[in-house]
């Protein structure tokens, strides 16, 4: 059985279609933030507390942020699967994407200049950015993909089921913004459930770790 590193397996399923399930998305987004609804409620907490201070500090706040965010954005998706593996999370668990700090940094400077020049630019190539690199954070994150590989490999797997991740993203901003109206306090249900519903479909489409061949196209779908 021929075992291949994590970068080729990732461009294997690139190059595949695959079958998009929104309702488990939900569903299993749903069960994992249930299992730790207190801890990921917390790590919400101190995300929403480091941006709402670094905004009040000019210019070097910007900066800060910069740095700060990509990797606490990170920690969501390193929590949530240490939450899955081991049904059981520690605080600590959610700042472990700092390890790779440099990668997401320039990952979240990078692409934020991306989707800001597509609103620049008639708004619709902004949007199909936005969803196009859905899947980034998690590649540099679990797959240790450099930035740039990330973004390219990111659009290259969602832009085959766009409109399927374009609608599961409306339904986790509707949702995000239904958690607003009680003094925002349901943002520390839905922050969470969102990243862990995108982490499920990640885990669904890409999955982890150095695998066989054989096991890889076990959910690709066919281009005949």
Same mark, same amino acid.
């Given at each position: 059985m021929e075992i291949i590193d994590q /970068? &080729?397996?990732?461009?294997r399923i690139s190059e595949n279609? /695959? &079958?998009f399930h929104f309702e488990k998305y939900l569903s299993e987004g749903w069960n994992l933030f249930r299992k730790a609804p207190l801890l990921l409620a917390l790590y919400t907490l101190i995300f929403l507390c480091?941006?709402?201070l670094l905004n009040f500090i000019p210019l070097i706040g910007a900066i800060v942020s910069a740095i700060v965010i990509p990797i606490l954005i990170g920690g969501f998706y390193v929590g949530i699967k240490k939450l899955d593996d081991a049904n059981s999370v520690e605080i600590g668990d959610f700042f472990e994407s700092s390890d790779n700090w440099l990668q997401l940094f320039v990952f979240g400077v990078v692409s934020?200049?991306?989707?800001?020049?597509?609103y620049l630019l008639l708004v619709l190539p902004g949007i199909w950015f936005s969803v196009a690199i859905l899947f980034g954070y998690p590649l540099v994150v679990f797959a240790k993909i450099e930035f740039w590989d990330s973004i390219k490999i990111s659009a290259k797997i969602i832009n085959k089921k766009w409109f399927n991740f374009f609608g599961l993203v409306i339904v986790l901003i509707l949702i995000n913004i239904v958690g607003t109206i009680p003094v925002g306090l349901g943002l520390f249900i839905t922050i969470p459930f969102s990243f862990a519903t995108i982490y499920a479909c990640y885990k669904d489409i890409v999955g982890f770790g150095?695998?066989?061949e054989r096991d890889i196209t076990d959910h690709l779908v066919d281009d005949l």
């Open positions: /970068y &080729s397996r990732i461009k279609e /695959y &079958s480091v941006i709402t934020g200049l991306l989707v800001s020049l597509g150095i695998t066989a």
